[in-house]
């Protein structure tokens, strides 16, 4: 058996893992390095890879499969520094625990631009996109 994981904890677990934080699945306080954040991926998705308890029935092997899809989710909004500043607002804010990466991005593509435009009028005037900016007078 695969890190002595029980078929009882696996479905278990697949029907709560919604309700779980990144930080919970991954079992990480906020406050977790990139070091940390790695080995705690790499422990987790060996734990859980659906190809590494094969020896399971097909429905236990789907919600490996689940819970394995949750555990790379959260690793990919929570190694980004700035994915998971915005995730740690959207816990603050109790937005919900998931974040799509599509909503990731956003959330980073708003930050970005916020904190690239200028301060005054003459700075907000120079950092408008190339195609609104006419060559021809």
Known sequence: MAAGIAPLEVKALAKIIDELSYYQILDLGPDAS???LKRAYYSTSRT???DA???FDLDVRKNCGLISKRITEAYCVLK???KRKAYDERLRTSDGLRMQLAEAKAAHAKSDSESRQGKTAQGRATTRPRSAISRWP
Do not use: A, L, S, V
């Open 34 to 36: 990139g070091r940390d």
């Open 53 to 55: 308890n094969g020896h």
């Open 80 to 82: 980004d520094p700035r």
């Open 48 to 50: 859980f890879h659906p």
